[in-house]
């Protein structure tokens, strides 16, 4: 898709917890779980054929169209987080409640809902911020 | 969100600090969701172990169990990563057993009955309807909101255990009437025998509409299920759709008809599926010229009425030599099917039955995986057939003769 320039995209989300963060943006049209798809170990997205595989979650804001796996993954946010391979935030198309518990659990930023497509504005390598209180995404500085 | 005096008194640490630490996570869950209250559960069922957890996890716990946290409603736990009698033999890290046995003290601790299983609806207790509950793994809520009418979201490990704490839980989600409605219909046109059928059927309608919020409705289901069936047909929706709930009409208490299943709103969608869409989702699985040589009953544990099927098949036969064959239970089952003499034929005819335990999340399942040289998996459950690629696997969906034929010897239809 191409990139929409000369503008400073917002994009509200609809639900959100956590802290204001401000980071660069890892962003993928395929679903996310910390359990089938992360190695929890370094960080790294492992599962074979994933769009992200290779890329590392840590200090990212990963944007990712929807929630994969099971109860599994409640726990595992609170411990990539004490492994200090955690990303900043996860930015949600649609997410399911076990996400939301893990990362309020772990204190990770969570939003859920997108007021536009975020694949125009933004692509992976992109600073963007993500403010839970005011309930917006906004690209800060596109990658060069 | 609107708290009670009770609750109120729980936030200000009226309770201990566990329960205000508890109900705090709750309330911004809730506020995520746009909850207005918390609702009573009676019931909460938890997944908790050291495989899933890690070393962050059971310092948590064990910090919870000093501080005097307790649950106030009845809590158990899914099934976990070890098996206290297996673990040599799979080559498992004997620290992280010792871990896990710290962990369940720190849970018993806290009041939570240790009961390590995922079939706890068959087994344990059994909601009735609008019954308010906190459970998690996602075969047990849905199985709970669908086939029981209770209500219950998916409730993550730490957050479950909140809600034995508090006895409580955010008002979302399928605690609500609106969330519980049919969103579109599945008519089934075709006869489904085998529990591996159940679970295609799950798979075709879950990995189309992967959404916590959408709810199918089956309608034409010919032969009234058995709880097993739906076991299979639940864990498959949950796992390959992240579903939380399903209608079956003429079977399931908030579908008596279609109609009633959808609460006098429309499909958004209806689906067919037909007997060769279900044929086409057994010829998508290939054993990739690599032996079949495992073969695994479990995710979920196998109900007593199933290890029976399984010594019926096995009795007086012998697995491949160098094959593998694995089945997961219950220890209520597993005792049970001991006494009847079940296990005994499994056992003799080489397979090994490991009790408290999924097979998917098995400590160190990576490594045992290298160690024996597997590449297939061979399994009758779709769930099972998804979710343990992640530890690299290739797996084949069959149906529950096949399974054992491939397990005796060696070969695909």
């Known amino acids: 898709m191409s990139r929409v320039r000369g503008q400073a995209p917002m994009i509200r989300v609809r639900r959100a917890f956590g802290a204001v963060v401000e980071g660069e943006a890892l962003i993928s049209r395929e679903g996310f779980s910390p359990r089938y798809d992360l190695d929890r170990w370094t960080g790294l997205i ?99 | ?208 509409h992967q959404d916590y919020f959408a709810v199918p409705v089956f309608n034409g289901i010919k032969r009234p299920p058995t709880s097993d069936e739906l076991k299979h047909l639940g864990a498959s929706l949950a796992s390959y759709g992240s579903m ?17 299943a959808f609460g006098g709103g429309k499909p958004k969608e209806v689906v067919t599926i037909t007997s060769r869409d279900i044929q086409h989702v057994y010829a998508g699985y290939s054993a990739k010229n690599n032996p079949l040589n495992l073969v695994v009953f479990s995710g979920p544990q196998q109900s007593l009425f199933e290890m029976k099927n399984l010594a019926r098949l096995l009795a007086g036969r012998k697995i491949k030599p160098g094959s593998h064959l694995f089945v997961t239970t219950s220890n209520g089952v597993k005792s049970a099917a001991r006494a009847l003499g079940y296990l005994e034929q499994i056992e003799t005819a080489g397979g090994i039955v490991l009790e408290g335990v999924c097979f998917y999340i098995l400590q160190n399942i990576g490594q045992i995986r290298v160690q024996n040289g597997w590449s297939n998996l061979v399994t009758n459950s779709a769930k099972l057939a998804n979710i343990i690629g992640a530890h690299k696997f290739n797996t084949l969906l069959r149906r529950t003769d096949d399974c054992v034929r491939i397990a005796l010897t060696g070969e695909d239809a």
């Open chain 2, 244 to 260: 939380g709930m399903f209608h079956m009409v003429g079977v399931t208490p908030e579908a008596p008809t279609l109609k009633a």
């Open chain 2, 1 to 208: 969100m609107q708290l009670t005096p009770d609750e109120k008194k729980m936030l200000r640490g009226g309770d201990g600090t566990a329960a205000k630490e508890a109900l705090e996570l709750q309330i911004e869950v809730g506020k995520f969701f746009g909850a207005k209250r918390l609702v009573p559960v009676s019931n909460v069922h938890m997944m908790g172990d050291i495989e899933v957890m890690g070393d962050s996890g059971k310092a948590f716990l064990e910090r919870m169990s000093q501080t005097g946290a307790h649950c106030a409603v009845p809590t158990t736990t899914n099934a976990r990563c070890i098996d206290f009698d297996y673990v040599a033999k799979l080559k498992q890290d004997p620290n992280e057993a010792a871990k896990e046995k710290q962990l369940i003290a720190y849970l018993r601790k806290m009041d939570v009955v240790t009961a390590d299983t995922c079939i706890n609806y068959q087994t344990l207790y059994q909601p009735h309807r609008n019954e308010h509950v906190a459970w998690g793994d996602t075969g047990t809520v849905i199985y709970a909101n669908s086939v029981f009418g209770a209500r219950s979201n998916f409730e993550a490990g730490p957050a479950a255990l909140a809600a034995g704490i508090t006895g409580r839980v955010a008002e979302y989600g399928f605690h609500l009437d609106a969330h519980r409605r049919g969103t579109f219909q599945v008519n089934v046109k075709t006869d489904l025998k085998d529990f591996a059928d159940w679970g295609a059927l799950g798979k075709l309608v879950g990995e189309a």
């Open chain 1, 46 to 144: 492992s599962r074979p054929g994933h769009a992200l595989e290779g890329h590392n979650l840590k200090d990212k804001i990963l944007i990712t169209p929807s929630a994969k796996g099971g109860i599994a993954a409640g726990w595992a946010f609170y411990d990539i987080k004490h492994k200090g391979i955690a990303p900043k935030a996860f930015v949600f198309g649609v997410t399911n409640p076990v996400m939301v518990q893990g990362a309020v659990f772990a204190g990770i930023t969570i939003t859920e809902g997108w007021s536009r497509d975020p694949y125009a504005w933004i692509r992976t390598g992109d600073i963007v911020r993500v403010d839970p209180m005011r309930k917006t995404l906004e690209l800060v500085k596109a990658r060069q």
